[in-house]
């Protein structure tokens, strides 16, 4: 078997020194970045800090689009959630399952990871690491170097192909030893520790969870569009408010065919209505009223215009007035 090993890579620091100690055994490391479906539709990974972290390193980096199959795990995971809508165990499940494939694709030896074992509670404690890699299939084929002392040997190990006397006994949630490897290495451009995931957060998560206790079809840009803006629920109508003008841009791009878009026509924010591409007049009264709030009106009627474009034409209406008690009930 050839000395080829896949890497699950994150960017940080952990994973950045599981790939240079296979690289110092002459090992050929093909990294993967597994991306998380909530990202925007024109993100670029190539020029993302993960990317750039990688840079130097002589390993190959690619990137891998998660999609359906994530969000349907994600509405519903077996091992449940975190702390707040992350659902880490069965997140590393997946993962590993579509590493699992490609190191059968690429001929790789072992699937590599920059655990640490006991460095977080819920899914790198040992038992939970060792409960992951049965559950996805891979018994005594992922190799951790930062811990690798801890666990049996790997086959690759066993082989020959991984020389278990260079691989590493790091333990626990400290960092010591991880910052005086990265001094060792020249690693200075990489993801801060527990940092990335936005369904670790809990304001993304609190909307999410909305989210999910109102619609199940959920799409990939249901899951972006839960970062921008401020967020609305009228009469059961979703509304997403812009803040800025980026914003403002990222929900005109996003609109489709099934959407209610509506655009100020004085210094206000542009709101997106996601798949209802028909409202009530009292929702458009209202989601009008909530753009005047957060705008600039002038005193003049026309100067409040605010034009509604559904799926069958286009309305101008009048922004009225609205108190900020009556904003709170509708905020989510």
Same mark, same amino acid.
């Given at each position: ?9 994150s960017?940080?620091?952990? =994973?950045?020194?599981?790939?240079? %100690? ?24 190539? =020029?993302?800090?993960? *990317? ?37 165990i ?8 579509? /590493?699992?494939?490609?190191m059968?694709?690429?001929?790789? *030896? ?6 640490v ?17 049965? =559950? ?5 084929m ?6 690798a ?9 066993? /082989? ?26 020249g690693?200075?451009?990489y /993801? ?15 909307? $999410? ?27 059961g109508?979703?509304? %997403? %408010? ?27 924010p ?6 209802? =591409? ?12 909530? $753009? ?26 009048i ?5 900020d ?8």
């Amino acid at each position: 078997m050839k000395k080829k090993g896949i890497l699950l890579f994150s960017g940080g620091l952990d =994973s950045l020194i599981a790939a240079q %100690v296979l690289i110092e055994q002459g090992i050929t490391v093909k990294a993967y970045n597994f991306l998380l479906p909530y990202e925007k539709p024109d993100y670029n990974p190539y =020029s993302s800090a993960i *990317a750039k972290s990688a840079h130097g390193l002589d390993m190959e980096l690619n990137f891998v689009q998660c999609g359906d199959d994530y969000i349907k795990m994600l509405l519903d995971p077996p091992h449940g959630y975190g702390k707040n809508i992350n659902p880490c165990i069965d997140c590393k499940i997946l993962f590993l399952r579509k /590493a699992k494939e490609i190191m059968i694709n690429e001929d790789a *030896a072992f699937i590599a990871t920059g655990e640490v074992n006991g460095q977080r509670p819920m899914s790198q404690r040992k038992d939970m690491i060792i409960h992951i890699e049965k =559950s996805a299939g891979l018994e005594r084929m992922i190799l951790r170097p930062l811990s690798a002392r801890f666990f049996k040997p790997t086959l690759a190990e066993e /082989a020959g192909i991984v020389n278990r006397d260079a691989l590493l006994d790091i333990n626990g949630r400290g960092r010591k030893i991880q910052m005086e490897m990265a001094k060792k290495y020249g690693f200075t451009d990489y /993801a801060t520790p527990a940092g990335g995931c936005l369904l670790t957060e809990p304001h993304y998560s609190a909307r $999410a969870k909305e989210l999910f206790a109102t619609n199940k079809s959920i799409t990939s840009r249901d899951l972006y569009l839960l970062r921008l803006g401020r967020h609305f629920r009228i009469e059961g109508v979703k509304i %997403v %408010v812009a803040r800025n003008a980026d914003e403002t841009n990222n929900l005109i791009n996003l609109r489709n065919n099934n959407d209610t878009l509506f655009s100020t026509q004085f210094q206000g924010p542009s709101m997106l209505s996601p798949g209802n =591409s028909k409202l009530s007049d009292s929702v458009k009264k209202t989601a009008a009223a909530i $753009a005047a709030r957060y705008g600039k009106p002038g005193k003049e009627d026309k100067e409040r215009e605010v034009i509604v474009y559904e799926r069958d034409g286009q309305e101008t209406i009048i922004a009225g007035s609205i108190a900020d008690e009556q904003i709170n009930c509708f905020k989510l």
